[in-house]
């Protein structure tokens, strides 16, 4: 009998043992790029109080690699990670393949994560598919707009702006439309002295050059397709979507040779050197773009909110690309209740105040708080450029529509192709994609010359200046 | 008579015995990826939308890519830049491997130092060049600024950027070539060198007419190792350029990765490899019987 009761207690003990160690070994593995918000949630994870679970990161380097993960792991219906980070173009990919757990259900059922706690659009731009359904497959975990970057010694120098006053009888000031931009950029475009007005992405890899070129074309009055009829001619190659991607072709003039084919690294190198004027920049490298320990023009560099344009209409728009990620939760996870805990966590103000230190948060409390808006000298223009972000195709066939475009963005960049031809190529390969995906384009015709006012009107008749 | 018969037929299962672990591993490596890739071809499918399933699409695929201008495009670069790497590492090699074979102080170490390109990932290989042709900071047009050269937009026209693409494969495997090249002139008995000094040939001569028909079938194997290697050349470019500028250095090969893992079109994905195997077989088999009808000569 003594020796039942200890073989019993000794399994019990053992169980207990199985128990925690089971419960010990549980792991959130999540798919990210490798960066400064990577490791900032990295930091914050250590701190979640139930330390049976572990928080671990799988990154890869920004590019085709990071989302050829996800897809990869996605398409053999694998639990290599339970959460990922995901750019918001990608949800209708991932979600339209049924692969991402659908957040509403979560909502339903979580106590605190709830659809408010978010800013409407902010969730609908990082996990909303299809477009306006009210269906969520992404929380936005790290916001992300497009910036400007400039540098304040040379605008603010008395004798930079009584040449420039007299070069181009105005006033000597960050730009508001990219008319004036091309303006200050020609006026300190100074090879001589290695200095160039203007720096951009232009790179053929993964998204490099459309997310600059699509920001001059949206604001220029163009559009890349009209969602209701799927008709891509007529709306990529308006005219008003020519000017917006001449004008952004043309800014690789006031830049240094060679910078058609830059990605995010070389515009940062190159400014941190203090070889440009002003660069179109994403706001989430602006934290080692103000370390004086990264550049050398730290404690000289301003950021502001990209230009707009007035365009053919003479209607004025500021319109932008919508950077950072949405986190989606992989369908074939196993680890749901432990991810859905931590998400609670996670999401709370404390936790994404910290976040919100190094990177950009999606949470309303902490978006709205004047503490965080005085935290630097980016965040309050941060949170006043959200309302003029916009977005590539929410569709599932955007890896290949994002390729063509990239591709003949890159033909017009090059010289190799006139914007005109780039664009007019693109929107035939773009409407034989949609078709060979089974939409049925409805050939209305009769683009107008300004998509942008058929679509979704922006047009203002009067310059709002952001940048003052 | 029996007992020859039955050691026969124990050396055949003996045989079949030794063979067989190899050839299943092969079946299930080799001949079930090739089937199933012949079948996907033949059918629309996409592996990132299991849901919509999987649908007959006879030769549509095919039809589809070999009427498709952007492919033939990608053809075209891949033929050129498989002609212009394997002609320089060819020449460059050999001519490395010559001076490689003679024995002088020193030549161990730089043996050893020549190999070290050939020994990095096509990758890193890829980002290193990528910031040294960077026209503003890069090595290379600083270094041509230093002697009065006007710097070169290396990665942003399609014409440098497939000759710097060349360069840099050509960086990286030349010492290969030269390996092979340095074992095969070694190779060749001395005797054959004092008989035609003995003759009165040309140094000149001795090569053209001695050293390299000696030493041909090793090159040829190094020629196929080599035309193969580049036709397949993918991550480079990945790193390199990213396939542009537009798509003017996106080999076939990059096409069909990025077809698979980007688009997730796996029909016409298996498709485009299936051409791609085909031809690269054409070629290999072409080249392998030369090299037998070279062993027989």
Known sequence: MKYRSTLLASAAVAGMLCGTAARADTTLTFVWHAGTCADAIMDIAKDYPDKTVKVVPALVPYGPEWHNKIASEFAIQGDAFDFAMWDSQSTAEFAGGGHAVKINDIFDQSTYLKADIFPASSLSQYGEYPDGSGQFYGLPVNQDAYGLMYRKDLFENPGEQAAFKAKYNRDL?????YQEAKEVAEFFTRPDQGLYGWGQMGGRDYDFATTASNSYLWSFGGELYNPATMEVEGYLNSPASIDGVQAYVDMFKYGPPGSGNWGFDEVNASFQQGQLAMAMQWFYFNGSNADPKVSTVAEQTGFGILPGAVGRDGLFRRQFSVGGQGMGINKYSKKLPELVKF???????????????????????????????GLNSYNRQFSTALQYLNDYWHLPEYPVMLDILQEEVSNAISGSKTVEQALTDAATRHERTLERAGYKIDRKGGAPEVPDTVISPAGQAEVTPVNQ | MDQPLQKRSTGRLMILGFLSPTILLLLFMVAYPIISLVYYSFHNFSAMRPADGMSWAGLGNYEYLLTDSA?????????????????????LGIFVGYQLQKTFRGRDFLFTALMLPMMLSPVVAGFLWRYMLNSEWGVVNFLLSGIGLPKIEWLSQATPALWAAAVVDTWMWTPFI???????????????????????????????????????????IALILRLIDCFKQYDLFVAFTGGGPGSSTETVSFAVAKTAFSYFYTGEASALAVILLCIIMGLAMILVRHLSQMGER
Do not use: H, N
């Open chain 1, 173 to 177: 000031k960050v730009p508001e439309t």
């Open chain 1, 343 to 373: 998400m609670e966590w996670y999401f709370q103000p404390e936790q994404q105040t910290r976040y919100a230190a190094v990177c950009q948060t999606g949470l309303k409390a902490v978006l709205e708080s004047p503490e965080w808006q």
């Open chain 2, 71 to 91: 492919i033939w495009q990608r053809f075209v670069f891949t033929g050129k830049f498989v002609f212009i790497c394997v002609t320089m590492q060819m020449i």
């Open chain 2, 178 to 220: 030269a390996l092979l090249a340095t074992a095969a002139f070694r190779g060749i008995p001395e005797t054959i060198y004092e008989a035609a000094e003995v003759d009165g040939a040309s140094p000149a001569y001795v090569f053209f007419r001695v050293t390299l028909p000696m030493s041909a079938p090793v090159l040829f």
